[in-house]
């Protein structure tokens, strides 16, 4: 899913979070992490590639620096779990990379960038299921935009945006983009 | 185009033709088996009437090479069908080659064909005659009693197979001088085209098909113009499809010897690299070959080192090219095309005119074939065969249908030029208007 | 990627990428406790194999299955192909079966090209005759890249590499896939093998040519040996399998004149002693045992792009 042209607030739409914005949000994510699950024992963060990636990583770094606790951190790619196949042409995949002890028995932080109709999630669910059998699954996600189509709901949100099914929300990280921010483009989006 | 006149008396006025080579835009009036008169101005009571405004009139066509499958592969063709087909496309004879089932290597069954051919009456069939017992290439068959038999064979081939033996092909070139007969060879060395499935080259190597080398064709034929220049007899190589089978050829004629040439329609027109998406309707014995290959063919019966066109019509039943390559049987149609192959690769380029096609695919075929009754040019006295053609009809893409039973063309959906309007037999219309008389 | 995997100039190199680097991400999925995803539940795969061929034909089955697909087995031995049944009449016979791809396995060259013709579903050449064999060939760039740039290399081809196919090219469908596609992924291909084994229009393909085996050997990054049959001997191809032997095999003298890291691979079945030593197959040099788990995955990669998305629009009769 990588925009060939970045978006650029202002001209392609309306931002809706700054970088500032979306470092306290992630500090305060971490904070809620440390607090549920009784100060990250057994957690690992599973980011959803693409963007749930280095979500997962900042994380990962930010428990690091409050609590000097090591979190293990990985991907999980739900490619091949979703139910929307066969509506476009076969995706390329993205990775999967599993921290050294697994998930049996761990709480597993799925980690992404948007909730939306939770179909991602669902497809996170099942390959997560594949793969063992974790203790305990929660959901962290920078941006929840509504209009759920399963029963699927985040732990964690950074923020809850309301927005309507015809606007698009772009979510721009710097180890991906080159920059941070989250916009909303769409008419009546105007800045 | 045709109204009947008071009393049909049989007779046929053809007006407005172009003879070429000859008058333009006169009349041919055709009687009593033959040619009675022509010129601008001619009326026939009792003729029937042909507008031929803008037609061209050729002497009837002769195939020299032709497959009519009768007897024993009925199901690909009959005589009644080839010839049909063959008078569709301008024809007034055809040889009918001798690989039957039997074999054509003895009177009975070369009588049996020449029987068939007249029972049918579309055109005229010269059979051909094996020259070994049953195409096996190590006996002789009895040339001379087909010979002297009612069919009166004067060509003998194993086409499908080459006569690979020299000491045989020796002894037949020497043998049919008795009766002013002569060989036809297929020639392809039987050692190095084992199981060959396509030229061999670029094609080849990359569709991993066996190769069928230009030298296997090439060896041969040297071989047999020597071998005739030795015992001073006539050689006709049967269709030629290399660059290097031209040089050949070229240079014993340049020494003076008896050797003739044919080149097949497709020939003429297609290469190898139709086989790219392996369809066996493109599977022919000899191969389809180069580029380089069709110029020089093209260039060679247009300068006369290749004497004429000869159809090599191979009809095939269905199951037998719709198959994987390597299975699928050698040999394409051509009867109710050739005409218009040959304007597209020939005339439309401007390597010949309708005088040469004319001298390729009628007199010098009938004079190789020993064909007296046929190959006459058109003046008066001359028997009665002759081909009108529409040079000038628009292209038209070529539909399988046709009156051959087999629909093994590799012309299928290719625009071609011209029409065949009627075909006349001995004066009396085998085709008018397109259509079987 | 096109509807049908036929041959490997099927494929640019932005798709073999494509293929090799989703190959990169399911071989993990053989150390996972369950073994399957269910992307091509309810998709079924056939394996037609006119050739007896338990190897490859294994690989595809376990390909589908392991991708949750149907698969139903179709080997030419005792069916109605035996008893004479043509190939046309058998697609049509799987086209009413509802198979979404075709996998063939073919002694006619072309025979996957006329199967197009005539099935609706994805066609994949598991070697037709002596033409191509494409999966064979990715999965040996598959192996070549694991090995040499690293397992888990991902967007990267073989550029630079130098490998040296050896033996009888002519009748390989390997070798055939292997020039086209190693060389499209930027790989230098040289073949080496008697001027008897090679086509004669060589010339033209995307490779260098060598008669001479150990001049090839010390310049040569990886080393694909292919099968000889002993029956090229009696059609003059060769003057015996000692002189072959002796000129192109692969033995423990030869194979310590490779560089460093080079390695040795065979598409099997290997003819010990022919063209390839024992002790050079079993050596650590060797990669004919991780060729074959690497066919699986491959494969899977491939029945992923070519069934796991929507389908192709329909061509119309292939040409």
């Given amino acids: 899913m990588?925009?060939?042209?970045?978006?650029?607030a202002g001209r392609d739409g309306l931002a809706v979070l700054d970088a500032e914005e979306i470092r306290r949000a992630l500090t305060r994510i971490a904070h809620e992490i440390l607090e549920r699950t009784r100060g990250g024992d057994g957690v690992i963060l599973l980011g959803i590639p693409t963007r749930g990636v280095p979500l997962a990583r900042r994380l990962a770094a930010r428990i690091g620096e409050f609590e000097g606790l090591d979190v293990p951190c990985g991907s999980l790619d739900v490619t091949m779990h979703r139910d929307d196949l066969r509506l476009h042409p076969a995706r390329a995949l993205g990775r999967t990379e599993l921290p050294p002890g697994g998930v049996d028995?761990?709480?597993?932080?799925?980690?992404?960038?948007?909730?939306?109709?939770?179909r991602t999630v669902r497809a996170a669910l099942d390959a997560l299921n594949d793969l063992g059998r974790p203790r305990a699954v929660q959901l962290a996600v920078l941006v929840d935009r509504g209009h759920r189509e399963l029963?699927?709901?985040?732990?964690?949100?950074?923020?809850?945006?309301?927005?309507?099914?015809?606007?698009?929300?772009?979510v721009l990280l710097t180890e991906v983009d080159g920059q941070d921010g989250v916009m909303i483009a769409g008419e009546g989006r105007q800045p | 185009m045709t109204d009947n006149a008071v009393t049909d008396d049989g007779s046929w006025l053809i007006k407005g033709v172009t003879i070429p080579?000859?008058?333009?835009r006169t009349s041919i009036l055709l009687g009593g088996g033959s040619i009675t008169a022509i010129g601008p101005e001619l009326d026939h009571r009792g003729a029937r009437t042909l507008d031929a405004g803008g037609l061209i009139a050729l002497p009837g066509l002769v195939d020299l090479h032709t497959h009519l499958r009768e007897p024993g592969r009925e199901d690909a063709e009959t005589v009644e069908t080839g010839t049909a087909a063959a008078a569709l496309g301008g024809y007034t004879a055809v040889h009918a080659m001798a690989n039957t089932d039997p074999v054509a290597d003895t009177a009975g069954v070369v009588e049996q064909v020449w029987r068939l051919g007249r029972a049918a009456g579309h055109c005229d069939v010269q059979p051909v005659g094996a020259v070994t017992v049953g195409l096996n290439g190590a006996r002789l068959a009895e040339l001379g009693t087909m010979a002297d038999s009612a069919a009166r064979v004067r060509v003998f081939s194993d086409?499908?197979?080459c006569v690979s033996d020299p000491l045989l092909m020796r002894r037949a070139l020497e043998y049919v001088k008795a009766f002013d007969g002569v060989i036809a060879q297929h020639a392809q060395d039987p050692r190095l085209t084992e199981g060959a499935q396509l030229n061999e080259g670029e094609m080849s190597a990359r569709l991993g098909l066996a190769g069928w080398p230009a030298v296997a064709e090439e060896a041969v034929i040297a071989r047999d113009c020597l071998l005739a220049a030795h015992v001073g007899s006539a050689l006709h190589v049967c269709h030629v499809s290399t660059a290097g089978s031209v040089e050949?050829?070229?240079w014993a004629k340049s020494k003076g010897w008896r050797v003739t040439a044919e080149v097949t329609p497709h020939h003429l027109l297609l290469t190898d690299e139709l086989a790219a998406g392996y369809d066996p309707v493109f599977k022919v014995n000899p191969p389809l070959r180069t580029e380089a290959d069709v110029a020089e063919l093209r260039r060679a019966l247009a300068d006369g080192t290749i004497d004429c066109v000869a159809t090599d019509h191979a009809p095939h039943p269905v199951e037998?090219?719709?198959?994987e390559w390597a299975e699928a049987a050698f040999g394409m149609t051509g009867l109710e095309t050739a005409l218009r192959v040959v304007q597209r690769a020939m005339v439309d380029t401007g390597l010949l005119d309708w005088a040469g096609v004319a001298d390729r695919m009628s007199v010098w075929p009938a004079r190789i074939g020993r064909l007296a009754g046929h190959g006459h040019p058109l003046v008066p006295g001359a028997p009665g065969h002759l081909t009108l053609y529409d040079p000038a009809a628009p292209a038209e893409a070529v539909t399988p249908a046709g009156a051959s039973k087999s629909r093994n063309t590799p012309f299928a959906g290719m625009e071609l030029p011209g029409r065949v309007v009627a075909t006349f037999l001995r004066g009396v219309p085998a085709v008018l208007d397109g259509k079987l008389a | 990627m096109k509807r049908h995997l036929i041959s490997a100039a099927d494929l640019s190199r932005g798709d073999a990428l494509l293929i090799l680097d989703t190959a990169e991400e399911l071989a993990s999925l053989a150390d996972r406790p369950i073994k399957k995803l269910p992307t091509l539940r309810g998709r079924t795969v056939v394996n037609l194999f006119y050739e007896d061929s338990t190897r490859t034909r294994i690989s595809f089955e376990a390909a589908a299955k392991r991708l949750s697909a149907d698969v139903i087995n179709f080997s030419a031995k005792g069916s109605s192909v035996a008893k004479g049944e043509s190939l046309k009449d058998t697609a049509l016979t799987l086209e009413a079966m509802g198979a979404d791809a075709v996998v063939i396995r073919h002694g006619a060259s072309g025979a996957a090209h006329r199967l197009a013709g005539w099935v609706r579903g994805s066609v994949l050449n598991a070697g037709d005759g002596t033409h191509e064999h494409p999966t064979q060939a990715l999965l040996d760039a598959f192996t070549i890249r694991r090995r040499l740039k690293g397992a888990g290399a991902r967007d990267a081809g073989l550029d630079g590499l130098r490998v040296t196919i050896v033996g009888d090219v002519l009748h390989s469908r390997v070798a055939r896939s292997n020039v086209l596609l190693l060389s499209t992924l930027g790989a230098e291909v040289t073949l080496a093998a008697p001027p008897t084994l090679l086509p004669l229009a060589v010339g033209s393909w995307p490779c260098a040519v060598s008669y001479d085996l150990d001049s090839e050997l010390p310049k040569s990054d990886v080393v694909m040996m292919l099968r000889v049959q002993q029956e090229r001997m009696t059609a003059a191809y060769f003057p015996s399998v000692r002189e072959y032997s002796r000129r192109y095999g692969l033995d423990a003298a030869r194979m310590a004149r490779l560089p460093g890291p080079a390695i040795v691979m065979h598409p099997g079945p290997m003819n010990r002693g022919?063209?390839?030593?024992?002790e050079v197959a079993d050596s650590v040099r060797s990669t004919i045992v991780e060729q074959v788990a690497n066919g699986v995955t491959t494969r899977m990669a491939v029945l992923y792009l070519l069934l796991g998305g929507m389908e192709f629009p329909a061509t119309g009769v292939a040409q």
């Fill in chain 2, 248 to 250: 050949i050829i070229r």
């Fill in chain 2, 159 to 161: 086409d499908g197979r």
């Fill in chain 1, 151 to 170: 029963p699927i709901r985040a732990d964690y949100v950074g923020k809850n945006l309301p927005t309507s099914q015809r606007e698009v929300v772009h």
């Fill in chain 1, 2 to 8: 990588c925009a060939t042209r970045i978006p650029v």
């Fill in chain 3, 274 to 278: 022919v063209e390839i030593a024992a």
């Fill in chain 2, 320 to 323: 037998a090219k719709e198959t």
């Fill in chain 1, 105 to 118: 028995g761990k709480t597993v932080v799925l980690v992404d960038d948007v909730l939306y109709s939770g």
């Fill in chain 2, 21 to 24: 080579g000859g008058e333009e």
